[in-house]
C-alpha cells in the first residue's frame, strides 16, 4: 500500500519513518575470492533467508466489570498467544515507567463551532493532569486541513495550553486524514504511544481512506481513544457511519471511546483515559512461529489466576502487520 496522494496542510515538524516487524529479507552473499596462482572455479553466489523477527509490544489494559482499571498483576497472571499458539513473555512491565507520547487531536469543523470551546478547556485540563517531564504531547485541530498547533511534541504545558487556544474553526471534516497523520508523527516515538481524538465522528473530506486510517494507527502501535461529542439537539436521526468507524478502530488499537454531551461528560471521559494510562502494563515477545508469512498476525491475552479475572475485560491491539506500508 502506498501513501495515498493528499494536499492536506500539516504545520509542524512532523517525522514519517519506523521499523519493519518480523520481516523475512532475502540476502545475498559475496562471492568467496579466487585464489592466486591457480586456475580455480570461482564460488558462486548464494541466497540464503535471514528472518529478523524483532520484541513484539503489546500493551495491556485490564479493566473490572464496571470499567476500572485493574492494577497489581503479575507476568504469571496472564497468557499471551500469536495466530493460537502460545507464546513465551520475554518483557513483563508497568507501563507507567514508560515515556507517553499523546497525540490530540480537536475536530474544528463546521458542525463542532458550538462545542470547541468546551473542548479546549478539558483538552487542557487533561494535558496538565497527565503529562510528567518524560512525556510529550502535540495539539491537532482539524477541519478540511490538518494542522499541528505546537512544534512537535512537548511537555510544555504553556506551548500546549498555547496551542490549543490556537486552533481555529473550519468548514469541513478530514477525520481520516488526521488519524493517518497524526499516528504517523507518532511511528518513530519510543514508549507508549495514544492518539485522543475529540470529534462528532462525521467525516465529510478526507483523501485517506478509513482502511488506510487503520493501518497506520496499527503500524505505530498507536492506542486510540475517540471521545464522540453528541449535540443533544441532533442526537436522535444522526448520521453515525462515522461513530461506528471510530469504536472500531479504539477496539483494535486497544483503546476505548467515549460518548459526551456535556463539559462535565468531557471531563469526565478525559480522567477515565488518564486512569487507564497510569495503570497499563507491557507483554513483549519474540513470535516463536518466525517462518510465517502471513501479513498480519493476530495477538489475543487472557487473565488468570487472579479473583474475578473473568469478569476482567482484556484489552490490546489486534494484532500486527509483518511487513509497513510505504508511505
Request: glycine share 6%.
Amino acid at each position: 500500500m502506498r501513501k495515498p496522494a493528499t494536499s492536506l496542510l500539516l504545520i509542524g515538524p512532523v517525522v514519517l519513518s519506523g521499523g519493519l516487524w518480523a520481516q523475512q529479507t532475502p540476502v545475498q552473499q559475496s562471492p568467496a575470492p579466487q585464489k592466486s596462482g591457480k586456475t580455480e572455479r570461482q564460488s558462486e553466489p548464494t541466497t540464503t533467508l535471514r528472518v529478523d523477527v524483532n520484541l513484539v509490544n503489546v500493551f495491556v489494559t485490564v479493566t473490572d466489570a464496571h470499567g476500572a482499571p485493574i492494577g497489581g498483576l503479575t507476568k504469571e497472571n496472564f497468557i499471551l498467544k500469536e495466530d493460537d499458539h502460545d507464546e513465551k513473555i520475554a518483557v513483563f512491565d508497568k507501563e507507567s515507567v514508560l515515556p507517553l507520547s499523546i497525540a490530540l487531536a480537536l475536530d474544528t469543523s463546521l458542525s463542532t463551532h458550538h462545542d470547541l470551546p468546551l473542548e479546549q478547556s478539558s483538552a487542557k485540563r487533561f494535558a496538565h493532569a497527565i503529562l510528567r517531564p518524560i512525556d510529550g504531547l502535540s495539539v491537532y485541530g482539524f477541519n478540511e486541513n490538518v494542522r499541528e498547533a505546537t512544534h512537535g511534541f512537548t511537555s510544555d504545558q504553556k506551548s500546549i495550553d498555547e496551542g490549543i487556544d490556537h486552533i481555529r474553526p473550519g468548514a469541513a471534516t478530514a477525520l481520516y486524514d488526521a488519524i493517518y497523520l497524526v499516528s504517523r508523527a507518532l511511528d518513530h516515538r519510543k514508549g507508549r504511544k495514544v492518539v485522543v481524538l475529540i470529534t462528532d465522528g462525521g467525516d465529510t473530506f478526507s483523501k485517506t481512506s478509513y482502511t488506510e486510517a487503520v493501518r497506520a494507527a496499527v503500524e505505530a502501535e498507536a492506542i486510540v481513544y475517540s471521545i464522540i461529542i453528541v449535540p443533544i439537539e441532533s442526537s436522535a436521526g444522526r448520521e453515525t457511519g462515522g461513530e461506528h468507524a471510530l469504536i472500531q478502530l479504539s477496539d483494535d488499537t486497544g483503546g476505548k471511546y467515549y460518548y459526551a454531551t456535556s463539559t462535565a461528560q468531557l471531563d469526565d471521559a478525559f480522567r477515565k483515559i488518564s486512569d487507564e494510562l497510569r495503570t497499563q502494563y507491557l507483554l513483549a515477545y519474540y513470535p516463536s512461529q518466525r517462518t510465517s508469512f502471513s501479513e498480519f498476525r493476530r495477538i489475543e491475552v487472557k487473565v488468570t489466576g487472579a479473583p474475578d479475572a473473568a469478569s476482567y475485560r482484556v484489552r490490546h491491539r489486534a494484532g500486527y502487520y509483518t511487513v509497513k506500508s510505504e508511505f
